[in-house]
């Protein structure tokens, strides 16, 4: 919910400015959080967004999309009342006129950015607001990656987005899009061009791949695959194209948790699908915060701790539904837990199905950068002094190095990266 100028002072005229504010640990991005509250309570909305806009110049979307830890430290939250920190942050950016200074025209080193998502987006602001040249090479059509082509545009409109692409531009820096790593894009080449380092923030969009009987059939999707065929889900024309396709049908069920999860459910739900979300664990442990889940149940989406058997099909090749075990609460050591029912499975109908397991970065670096150096779980290496890959000049930030980097984090990580450039930089100067 939009705040208006009453609810938004109200709200932060509850913050009770602590002495030692628990809310600040929450933030990767370090935001001053009583600081921008304590100025919107004073009725100083531009102050409050240059306040946030010292550690996060993105904050129109941080304000939509960010999970919020720092209202899960809010010492108010195990109330069930946290300050609304996210809906402040949204309030100060959409209502707020920042006051800080842009750059001046770039003048140093010229640094090429391997991505446009949060992380590519905040590397490139802080690099161009030192006065650095930067271009940001893009795979796909439009800029933005996944926030873009895969969240609804309910979360976060193409009109946000692109105005946070309008502050890159006026820092002057430049972006390509249809450049795809690899085959249209290498690394030699780049530094041909006189480019003296490279940042890789291509992000997480492959979806993991979970073993799932049935998986096969027609009308089972990934999440994101999902999300970027209706991404342009307010633009007329849309929904009777959707409702041709079938897509999705009359009763979808989405496996798996976390924002994605939801935000196909919500998808189908406005699309007059009946939705169920299948989690193997408590209603509360869905990955995303309480609002969110809230939000999708007043929508008519069901949240249903089930154990997963298979998905089940037709002879057509065509999925009917879902087969599934009720899980029972037991009390036992430790407190409360779930266990598999004793009880027969059954089947929960459905003739869409959507899979939400997470998602890892692609195999293009493997491929093209064979010599890239990888951590034991499969995450990009990098140096922790000096950010750098095993290739010298280059570096990466994001979900190439942090496999559970939200928004907020991977504008932080783009942040950072941006930082060891400089230094690595001016080091190679002097």
Known sequence: MAFNKKIAQDEARRCPQCAEATCLAGCPLGIDIPGFIRLLREGDTAGALDRIKEQNPFASICGRICPAPCERACIFYADGQPIPIRELECYAADNGSSKLKTASVPQKEKVAVIGTGPGGMSAAYYLAFQNFQVTVFEALHGPGGTLRYAIPDFRLSQKVLDEQFDLLNSLKVEIKTDKVFGPSLRVDEIFMKGYKALLLAT????????????????????????????????????????????????????????????????????????????????????GVSDDMRKEAQQEGVKILSLRLMGIVGNDNGFVRGVECQNMEIIEGQGGLKLEVSKEAPFILEADTVIIANGHKPNNLLRHYLPQLKHDDKGLLWTDGKTGMTSMERVFACGSLINPDSSVAQAIASGKMAAKKIIQYLDHEKN
């Not at 009987?213 to 990934?222: D, K, L, N, T």
């Not at 999860?261 to 699309?271: C, G, H, I, V």
């Open 203 to 286: 992000g997480a969009s492959v979806p993991v791949m979970r073993d799932i009987r049935g998986i096969g059939f027609s009308g089972v999707y990934y999440d994101h695959e999902f999300l970027c065929r209706l991404q342009s889900i307010g633009k007329d024309g849309v929904v009777a194209q959707a409702r041709r396709q079938k897509m999705p049908g009359l009763k979808t069920v989405v496996i798996g948790r976390g924002p994605a999860a939801f935000d196909t459910a919500r998808m189908s739900a406005r699309l007059g699908s009946q939705v169920s979300i299948i989690i193997d664990g408590f209603e509360e442990e869905t």
